[in-house]
């Protein structure tokens, strides 16, 4: 990561199960930042609390909360329990004063409603991993949170998300891998690892026409001052 100029990543919680990898990784190695969370798919493990939440959240180098947000692509019958589940997050994450890792698949009409109506907007975050149209961007934007692209970006078939790389604020973006899924082209289908998040860097500044040491320079910028580090 570090030998291809990439010096800062942020280690994504998606289980309790897990988590004490996430944040010994998080304390050990330089550059490595970790969030905690549960992923809206996970089911059967720890069910969070705000007070949980917000107890590992103290750990060394934990800068987030999340993953957090709703998928009702891979979830059908009562989902419920994601907006419970989301709810906790953005409670944990206002109590904590981090900002959120938003998931939404499928979803972006209740997620959206979920933040405006639990005032995510008090801490911000990023929608991570970002699919949906600008008008979705739009409204995330005006709750203060950032938009990241994948990998996704650099697909040929990905006109809008390529539409929206357009049109979101450069100090209001970031860029990530979602490793070890969504490889950027050209190793598509294969292993992902945030080496490669500089394709989705030279990516977007093709499509906005600017340097690929803007896009770069501006979403460290937007890391820093986001997650406060």
């Not at 990561?1 to 998080?26: F, Q, T, Y």
């Not at 493990?45 to 709703?70: D, F, K, Q, S």
């Amino acid at each position: 990561m570090h030998s291809s100029g990439v010096l800062r990543a942020l280690c994504v919680s998606v289980n309790l199960e897990d988590l004490p990898g996430v944040l010994s990784l998080a304390a050990q190695r330089e550059g490595i930042y970790a969030s905690v969370g549960v992923h809206p798919d996970h089911e059967g493990g720890e069910e969070p609390t705000v007070e949980r939440l917000c107890e590992l959240a103290t750990a060394t180098n934990v800068v987030a909360i999340g993953e957090t947000g709703l998928d009702y692509y891979r979830q059908s019958g009562d989902t419920e329990w994601q907006r419970a589940r989301f709810r906790t997050h953005i409670r944990a994450a206002r109590a904590s004063g981090k900002p959120l890792i938003v998931h939404t698949r499928s979803a972006a009409q209740d997620t959206i409603r979920l933040m405006q109506e639990e005032g995510a907007s008090a801490v911000g975050g990023v929608m991570h991993c970002f699919t949906e149209s600008w008008e979705v961007a739009q409204q995330a934007l005006a709750l203060n949170f950032h938009i990241s692209f994948s990998g996704i970006v650099t697909f040929k078939n990905a006109t809008e998300i390529k539409d929206v790389a357009r049109r979101v604020p450069l100090d209001r973006m970031l860029i990530e891998t979602d490793s070890p899924y969504l490889a950027p082209t050209p190793f598509r289908g294969k292993r992902n690892e945030p080496s490669y998040v500089r394709f989705v860097a030279e990516e977007v500044a093709r499509l906005r026409e600017i340097t690929v040491e803007e896009v770069a320079n501006s979403t460290s910028v937007n890391f820093a001052a986001l997650f406060t580090v």
